[in-house]
């Protein structure tokens, strides 16, 4: 088994946090980068050790991919633990669970509490559930990796009440630009749908009345999707098997040639098979297809579900990011969604590191009213957003100057030093949520950051790490920010430091006056060495 770079520096990090002490662990890759190789690789290694490993997950489809994966990738085969097939006896050392059984106090307690050294949780995402909770806490001894596709931070603090740390995560962007993933190009249809009736349950929309909201639309979105789909192979989600049904009728009479699958469809995989083979273009389906379903031909994804749940929204999605012959890109149809109480996932959101970046990204793009490469949109929405941070900045400043001033207001050194991660930073573990400890505040006093704004230690944390790696790579202190962009000079904290004391000391020794010839506004450091 050849691991890709990423895939072996995934599966060092992993082993890394269990020697570390950390027992319950994280693994983030975008769906199609090959989850299952990494934790397969992990579940070898353990193995070669003696130890038996459990994984767990909560379909059919998931297991059986898990236990097919392990086999082709490291010649491991596995005993199942699911509905009438038990792995009691089996002298394999690798078992694929299904939550819904082993969670049953009779099943669960036929084995031994410390029988698994590890236990592997795929689609880690669903783990807070108390079904998941109920096995986890059963098998507490023993070292758990949880596996999940999902970008999204709301996940991630979930998350991290229960597991210890983060062991890697490789991001969208980075799979798309190394060229593991497909690139996307996200286009807003000018459709207006109005969701302001629809009731929410469980955090997210009620799927009863989403259909009934979208039947009025159907047949709008089916003339739009003739004039980018027809030439295309499509994965539509919709919120209700009736609607789906009525949806694949909807299209058949537009010219496209479409089929519709769900959990009652006794000719499933026939479906599949044949949409695979491409005697369909369309496969219209009710959620049904969000997990453990791949098809690389897909290159156009059409989300009628609306949902704020972003791991939900990367699911569907990541049916369309892997590679094919011939494919050039994945388009992703979004719709001008009309609710007045939720905010929504779009395509920016797969890609964006904050919210502020993503409601711009998506403005952008609906605003365009083209095909839109989500990479460059996101360039886009970046610098946009840096205007309008700047000017905010200015303002806040002129309310700053009767403050501390012999120190650094954070979002002012963030902003000079151009810092994206420090900006948008939200904290995932319970720690990170936490006040800052007296000492980091009076570090960062010392360090000349003004502390007040501080308001989680994992933010403090992160500064101090980048104020220590600043200092030992020879750039500019919070105080020469300070000083020099009191006086007009730009971005002074991309500058290295023997440059900005070099100018401290020539505006010393004209009188504290910036010298004649300098114009702050236009300075630059290639000015300086040039000179």
């Known amino acids: 088994m050849q691991l890709r770079d990423y895939q072996e520096e995934a599966r060092q990090a992993i082993h890394n ?70 792995s009691i006896n089996s002298w394999f050392r690798v078992v694929v669970g299904s939550v819904q059984t082993l969670q049953r106090e009779k099943r669960m307690s036929k084995f031994d509490k410390g029988h698994f050294d590890a236990i592997i949780v ?3 995402h669903h783990c807070i559930s108390e079904g998941y909770q109920r096995v986890l806490k059963y098998f507490e001894d023993a070292q758990v990796l ?36 497909s690139p996307i190009k996200a286009l807003t249809l000018p459709l207006e749908l109005d969701l302001t009736q629809v ?10 009345d989403l259909g009934t909201a979208l039947d009025p639309y159907l047949k709008s979105i089916a003339k739009e999707m003739q004039k980018h789909c027809l030439g295309r192979k499509t994965v539509i989600f919709l919120p209700l098997v009736k609607t789906s049904q009525k949806f694949r ?23 599949l098979s044949d949409f695979e083979n491409d005697k369909y273009n369309v496969l219209c389906n009710s959620m049904l297809l969000t997990e453990g379903w791949d098809c690389p031909s897909v290159d156009t994804i059409v989300i009628l579900r609306p949902t704020k749940v972003r791991s939900l929204y990367s699911q569907m999605v990541g049916r369309g990011t892997r590679l094919y012959e011939g494919k050039t890109e994945l388009l992703l149809l979004d719709f001008l969604w009309h609710t007045e109480r939720h905010e929504l996932c779009h395509p920016a959101h797969l890609i964006a590191d904050s919210e502020e970046v993503a409601k711009q990204m998506t403005k952008n793009i609906e605003e365009s009213g083209i095909m839109v490469d989500l990479e460059m949109a996101e360039v886009t929405a970046e610098e946009d957003v840096l205007a309008q941070r700047e000017e905010a900045l200015a303002k806040r400043l002129s309310e700053l100057k009767r403050r501390k001033k012999k120190l650094v207001d954070p979002l002012q050194f963030e902003m000079s030093i151009q810092s994206e991660d420090l900006s948008s930073y939200v904290p995932s573990f319970g720690w990170e949520a936490g006040p800052p400890s007296p000492n980091q505040l009076n570090s960062l006093e010392k360090l000349g950051i003004l502390p007040d704004e501080i308001d989680n230690a994992g933010k403090a944390s992160k500064l101090l790490d980048r104020l220590d790696k600043r200092k030992a790579e020879g750039l500019t202190t919070p105080k020469q920010i300070r000083f020099l962009e009191q006086r007009g000079f730009q971005h002074v904290g991309t500058w ?9 000391d020539r505006i010393a020794s004209n009188g504290w006056r910036t010298p004649h010839g300098i114009n702050p506004k236009t300075f630059t450091v290639n000015n300086e060495v040039s000179e």
């Open 199 to 208: 009731a929410q349950q469980a955090g997210d929309f009620k799927t009863k």
């Open 496 to 504: 290295p430091f023997d440059i900005a004391k070099n100018m401290i």
């Open 122 to 124: 795929d689609e880690a």
């Open 17 to 86: 946090e269990w020697d570390k002490g950390m027992k319950r662990t994280l693994l983030v890759l975008p769906t199609g980068c090959g989850k299952t190789i990494v934790f397969s690789s992990v579940i070898a290694d353990l193995v070669r050790e003696g130890k038996r490993v459990l994984v767990l997950a909560h379909r059919s489809e998931l297991l059986e991919q898990a236990a097919d994966k392990l086999s082709q990738a490291t010649g491991l085969n596995c005993a199942t633990e699911k509905a009438e097939q038990t």
């Open 249 to 271: 009728d909807i299209l058949n009479q537009h010219g496209f040639n479409a089929a519709e699958v769900n959990g009652e469809s006794k000719d499933r995989k026939e479906v």
């Open 146 to 181: 949880g596996v999940t596709a999902t970008p999204d931070r709301g996940d991630m603090r979930n998350l991290g009440s229960y597991f210890d740390s983060l062991a890697y995560e490789y991001t969208l962007p980075k799979a798309i630009k190394s060229g593991y993933l």
